[in-house]
């Protein structure tokens, strides 16, 4: 029953800014720590961000750290990435992720960064 259904995504010219959501139901939230993934064309899946069930610790990829910033609002079961200063390379599906006894995945919001 766990669900996780993301939004937000869209193209974006480099140096731009995007705010992606996931609405997530099933599971006691404020209870689970949530990630956010992402999966580029012809490569693995990676960890984008992570943050801790409170909100109170988070973690980043170093190749978007400065420019991401994950959030949660554990009152309406949703949490967020901001992405700022957003480069080609930066181009992928992106997922919402809950590890609660296996890893559930949302559909996922295609993030194209392009000219």
């Known amino acids: 029953q766990v669900q996780l259904v993301e939004s937000g995504g869209g193209l974006v010219q480099p140096g731009g800014s995007l705010r992606l959501s996931c609405a997530a139901s099933g599971f006691i939230f404020s209870s689970y720590g949530m990630s956010w993934y992402r999966q580029a064309p012809g490569k693995e899946r990676e960890l984008v961000a992570s943050i801790t069930n409170s909100g109170s610790s988070t973690n980043y990829a170093d190749s978007v750290k400065g420019r991401f910033t994950i959030s949660r609002d554990n009152a309406k079961n949703t949490v967020h990435l901001q992405m700022h200063s957003l480069k080609p390379e930066d181009t992928a599906v992106y997922y919402c992720?809950?590890?609660?006894?296996?890893?559930?995945w949302g559909q996922g919001t295609q993030v194209t960064v392009s000219s």
């Open positions: 992720n809950v590890f609660y006894g296996y890893h559930y």
